[in-house]
Structures are given as C-alpha cells and as structure tokens.
C-alpha cells in the first residue's frame, strides 16, 4: 500500500493505541538489520503464490473451526493469521502463508515455517524481544512493518495480523479473498483485543471499497 495513503490511518491507530511510532520504525530497523539471503524469501515468490489465485485468510476467531468445516481448504491459496496456524496445523493443514508479530504459538509457526510456510513476520514497538528470539529460528521470511517501509521490510497495508493477511493479498493481486475465523465482536477478548478488532473491522470494510 502507497506509505502516503496509510500514514493517515496508521498515524489514528498509533493515537487510538498509545504506541510509539519511534519503537515500530527501530523494530523494522533492527528486523532489517536481521533479515539476509540464506533466511529470507522473496517478494516474487509470494507474488507467485498469491496473483491471480483465490485466496482463504484464517483469523484466529473461536469460529475459525466451525468455518474450516464449510470450506475446502484445497480450493485456496491459505495464509494464515498468526495463532490460526496452530489451528490449521492441528488439521494437518500446511498455510502457504503465515502472517505473524510472533506472540501466537510460534512453535506451531517453526514446524509449518519448517514443512514450507513461506512467513511474514512484523516487526513493531512491542515485540523486538520477539524478533530476536524467533527469527533465527526461521527461514523463508518476508520482514514487514506498519511504520515507513524500507528495502527488504515491507508495508502492504493493515495493522493486526488478520487484516494484514487480507490487505498483502490484495496488493500481490489475489483474484478473490474468502475470509474464515473473523469474529470482530467476540466479547470473550480483553479490552486491548477489543480495540485491536475494531481496526480490523474498519480495515477490512476499507479493503472491500
Ligand atoms: N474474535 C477474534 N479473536 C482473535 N482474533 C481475531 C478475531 N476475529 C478476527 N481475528 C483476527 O485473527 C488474527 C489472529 O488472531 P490471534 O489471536 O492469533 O491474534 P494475536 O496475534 O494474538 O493478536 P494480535 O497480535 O493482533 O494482538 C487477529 O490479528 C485478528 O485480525
Ligand atoms: N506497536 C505495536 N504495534 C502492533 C501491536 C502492538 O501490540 N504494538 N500489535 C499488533 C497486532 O497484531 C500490530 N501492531
Ligand atoms: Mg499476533
């Protein structure tokens, strides 16, 4: 997504939140300082995994196992939600994709990571101790920020892990979206949680404009 035309938003969620834009802009620092050829995919690979194609964005919804029931994962290039890959690999179910900030089960993300998961992995203010522990554990990285982009760490547009599966699909040019495992008003969340699905509803009906 054109930085001009999210800064606007991603300047209201910063306020909204009470995060740092310094603290996201030095994680994206320090996750491109990271990130080299031997454990980084490229942006082509993921184009050629998502143009054209129909694409299923997991969220991580307590429905998101009533909703794999109604779909055939087989039909979809799946990218998954942070925590909804553990879900998906419980089904034995590999994503293709995981967008992560890496505070889901990131073991599960490891062993997908490991079966082929190619892994977008975002850096922020709040999770550098994140970054340092768990991307030398990775291969196949795509580094990802909500702050300035800068050469290898990208900002395709949205905030929590789930609308930013939907906003990477779009701009890598998906033919269709299906989403599975949203639930913007799931009252079972803490008050933080709450905000952070608010975005992602009005995220998500930005996209669909
Ligand atoms: N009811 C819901 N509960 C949790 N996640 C939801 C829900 N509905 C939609 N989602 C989407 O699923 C994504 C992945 O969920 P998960 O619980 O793994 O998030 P998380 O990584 O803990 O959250 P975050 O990093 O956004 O704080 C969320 O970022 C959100 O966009
Ligand atoms: N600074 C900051 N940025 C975020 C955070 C967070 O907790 N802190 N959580 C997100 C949810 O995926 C996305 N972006
Ligand atoms: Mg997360």
Redesign the pocket.
């Known amino acids: 997504m054109d930085f001009n035309e999210w800064e606007p938003i991603y300047e209201s969620i910063l306020n909204d939140m009470g995060f740092s834009r310094e603290g996201d802009e030095q994680a994206a620092h320090i996750l491109s300082d990271m990130l080299n050829s031997s454990n980084s995919a490229d942006l082509s690979e993921l184009k050629i995994l998502i143009e054209g194609k129909d694409i299923l964005v997991c969220?991580?919804?307590?429905v998101l196992a009533q909703d794999l029931e109604l779909v055939n994962p087989k039909d979809f290039v799946i990218i998954a939600?942070?925590?909804?890959t553990a879900v998906l690999v419980d089904r034995e179910i590999i994503p293709d994709i995981i967008v992560?900030?890496l505070?889901?089960d990131v073991e599960k993300e490891i062993i997908a990571n490991k079966a082929g998961s190619i892994i977008v992995v975002h850096g922020h203010g709040d999770n550098i101790d994140k970054l340092n522990n768990f991307v030398p554990q990775l291969n196949r990285i795509i580094g990802s920020t909500q702050a300035s982009p800068l050469d290898n760490v990208f900002n395709f547009g949205g905030f929590?892990?789930?609308?930013r599966c939907a906003y990477l699909a779009k701009e890598l040019g998906a033919a269709s979206i299906t989403l599975v495992?949203?639930?913007?008003d799931?009252e079972n969340?803490d008050p933080i949680?709450k905000k952070?699905?608010k975005w992602?509803r009005l995220l998500i009906e930005k996209l669909n404009k």
């Open positions: 969220g991580n919804a307590p939600a942070d925590g909804a992560t900030d505070d889901g929590s892990d789930g609308d495992g949203f639930d913007f799931d969340v949680k952070k699905l992602a």
